[in-house]
């Protein structure tokens, strides 16, 4: 017996919206969760949206959109077919998760035969790029939106599976007017259109690509991988949402990665500032610019667990707006908020030759470093050396060339394998002997600190440390100054 139009249930009208954005590693393993306990369970007191990400396997690296860029570059190399043989891959592995969450055939034929389609067409697109050899900017997005189309094909199918009328809301094309820059007034003007789409699909559930078509200066380049997070804040903005919610694979944000230290609390709250310095810093939490777009709106984001969706999460909202404050927010006044590691640092010394006076001798520094694209994360300086910190997303054929460049000014050395330790919390400013707390804490780990740095915000102070060492200086600042132990001696 297949399941009538009138039977399935739907967005109840004039309750409050809420948009809820699965990342990739939730749709591709949690996917039956989200059909048939997450969704139903806030249809009973809210208007729901869906924005999905390209599926992901076990890794980032192995999902679906690292593979769309790697078949685009296999596409313009000479005599290469893998660009084939990864929309073969591709087209078996949906059909595969399709064939394992849709019990209805009528729904499961008709989702084949999308997978099937949009699979033939990005075949045909990629084949087309061969023979002319290129792929623009704009073109390599349309490549990867493919990820976000097959994703919410899916998506769709199982909630119809599940009794949930759900409609699929491709975005490629939503952009009518044209824009020379990502303004303000593109955003406000996208989350309008984004907005009026969603109320167009009635009281089914909308589920939308991430990928939303042509924007000034490709998708990729102007905005990055985060543009699905991006399209859920401006959809929410666009609604007035309730709430924005990030579907992720852990509780929300801890004090600590729970993973490496067993004594991490969940946060309850945390401020977009330090959500924005905690993503900088090694903690994916969520984009700062995604947060700006509805923080603007004063809506809240709460970052949920797929696999633990009865939690409450952790809500990023700034405290001048928050109507509710706990104890435990007020308490933590007193205490830094988390701490986090990004690896994979490596530290660039340049001691002047005393040729140069102390503002020239920074100038040429950063002149060389913004030829050669080199981004510095943290910085030491005094008036005849200076020590940086350089992420790991740097090309090394750049840093090589701005190394043989600087060491015309003076003594160049590189140190590698190092990590970026940070102290995260927006009232560190105003509680004395945090920092002595937090090298006192070092040093009775034995770890030797290469660079000391804290912002102009004074949300954060950061060091570089040996990359060995990381893990135990982690674990010494969490238990002197974050613990549970921590908050006790303060009350």
Request: charged share 20%.
């Amino acid at each position: 017996m297949h399941t009538t139009p009138q039977q399935l249930r739907q967005n109840p009208s004039d309750l409050p919206w809420v948009v809820q954005k699965y990342g990739g590693t939730s749709v591709g393993k949690f996917l039956d969760t989200i059909a048939s306990d997450i969704v139903p369970s806030y249809l009973e007191t809210n208007r729901v949206v869906i924005v999905c990400s390209a599926r992901s396997g076990e890794t980032k690296e192995k999902g679906t959109t690292n593979q769309l860029l790697r078949a685009a570059e296999e596409a313009l190399t000479q005599g290469s077919n893998k660009h084939l043989d990864i929309v073969k891959e591709l087209t078996s592995d949906h059909l595969k998760a399709a064939r394992s969450l849709v019990k209805n055939q009528t729904i499961l034929e008709q989702l084949e035969g999308q997978i099937q389609k949009d699979c033939m067409k990005l075949r045909s697109f990629l084949q087309a790029a061969e023979i002319i050899d290129e792929i623009s900017p704009r073109s390599r997005d349309i490549i990867a939106g493919i990820g976000e189309l097959l994703s919410c094909s899916i998506v769709t199918a199982i909630l119809q599976d599940k009794g949930i009328d759900s409609r699929i809301v491709c975005l490629n094309n939503i952009i009518d007017r044209e824009f020379e820059t990502l303004d303000q007034e593109f955003y406000d003007y996208l989350s309008q259109r984004l907005g009026d789409i969603v109320r167009d699909c009635g009281d089914r559930v909308p589920v939308l690509t991430g990928f939303f078509g042509n924007v000034p200066g490709s998708l990729l380049n102007a905005i990055g991988r985060g543009y699905t997070d991006l399209c859920a804040a401006l959809v929410a903005v666009g609604l007035n949402a309730q709430e924005l919610q990030i579907w992720k694979e852990v509780d929300g944000v801890f004090t600590a990665d729970p993973r490496k230290v067993p004594g991490a609390r969940l946060l309850s709250n945390i401020t977009p500032e330090e959500a924005a310095e905690l993503t900088y810093y090694g903690s994916e939490v969520i984009h700062p610019f995604t947060m700006e777009q509805v923080i603007r709106a004063e809506i809240p984001i709460r970052i949920k667990n797929v696999e633990n969706p009865a939690g409450s999460g952790t809500i990023i909202y700034p405290e001048d707006q928050k109507k509710i404050m706990d104890t435990t927010t007020l308490l933590r006044h007193k205490l830094p908020t988390a701490v986090t590691i990004k690896d994979n640092i490596c530290v660039l010394n340049v001691h002047s030759n005393r040729k140069n006076v102390s503002h020239g001798f920074l100038a040429k520094i950063f002149a060389t470093l913004d030829e050669y694209g080199v981004v510095v994360d943290l910085i030491s300086t005094s008036e005849v050396h200076v020590s940086m910190a350089l992420g790991s997303d740097m090309v090394q054929a750049n840093l090589d060339k701005a190394i043989a460049d600087l060491e015309l000014l003076g003594t160049v050395d590189v140190l590698r394998d190092m990590a970026i330790l940070s102290l995260v919390g927006k009232h560190m400013k105003n509680t004395i002997g945090t920092a002595g707390k937090m090298f006192t804490a070092l040093a009775s780990a034995g770890v030797n600190i290469e660079i000391i740095s804290q912002g102009a915000s004074e949300i954060n102070i950061s060091c570089v440390v040996d990359k060995d060492n990381a893990l135990s200086a982690m674990k010494a600042i969490h238990k002197g100054l974050l613990s549970a132990e921590a908050l006790q001696e303060i009350l």
